[in-house]
């Protein structure tokens, strides 16, 4: 049995789709980030650094979400891809480049306007040169490894937010199709919508 500790956000978002895709139930538990749940004493002690998500399996308890990506795609001997190698690679750029750098953006571009122009036009920059090498990527490649795998999973619920990035999904026509591919994968639908308070954004 599984217990996933969240709320709705994109590093959060990759866990329920990947237990979808893996078909396991799992109990959610609300992390409340917007209360400071996180920071609960009871809360550091499985996660060190109080970010979610969390996976609760058997006795073990596993932080970080590409971690934890990794566990269940060992665990159900899917979505790791026929590379492996290659899998780890474009899930290690999502995690260490990707998500960091579009939620520096998040930060700056749209919770925080007007308190740092050089933060600003830093991440938008950034963020943009993404959107661009990822489309470069995906108009030879349909996956980004090369078949849909963690990669994929790990990447999708943080171009999910372009609605906030103001970059124009609908200029990278690759990226868009991805976009498009994957949202209709139902397992995605269902575990996107985790706390049933959002669904996948329309592309625009
Ligand atoms: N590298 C971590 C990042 C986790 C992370 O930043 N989680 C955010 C939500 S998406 C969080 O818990 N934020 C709460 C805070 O920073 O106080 C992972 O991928 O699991």
Redesign the pocket.
């Known amino acids: 049995m599984f217990e996933l500790f969240a ?1 709705s ?4 978002r ?1 866990i329920s789709i990947m237990l979808e895709e893996i078909n396991e139930s799992y109990d959610l538990t609300l ?1 409340n ?1 917007n209360k ?1 749940e ?2 609960n004493e009871e809360f550091k002690k499985i ?1 060190p ?5 969390v996976l609760r399996h058997n006795k073990k308890t596993i ?6 990506l990794i566990y269940l795609a060992d665990l159900s001997g899917e979505f790791y891809g026929s590379n492996q190698s290659l899998t780890t690679q474009w899930l290690m750029a999502q ?1 260490g480049y990707i ?2 750098m579009l ?1 520096q953006h998040h930060q700056f571009h749209h919770y925080n306007p007007g308190k740092s122009d050089f933060g600003e036009d830093r991440y938008f920059k950034i963020s943009e040169t993404i959107y661009k090498n990822l489309d470069d990527h995906l108009s030879i490649n349909e996956y980004l490894a090369n078949e849909y795998s963690i990669a994929d999973i790990a990447t999708f619920p943080w171009i999910a937010r372009h609605p906030i990035h103001d970059i124009g999904l609908n200029k990278y026509i690759n990226l868009l199709r991805w976009y498009n591919q994957i949202s209709l994968r139902p397992a995605v639908l269902k575990g996107y919508d985790l706390f049933e308070d959002g669904s996948i954004p329309p592309p625009a």
């Open positions: 709320d956000t994109p590093n959060a990759k992390i980030l400071g996180q920071f996660s650094f109080s970010k979610i998500p932080f970080e979400s590409g971690a934890i995690m998500g960091p939620g």
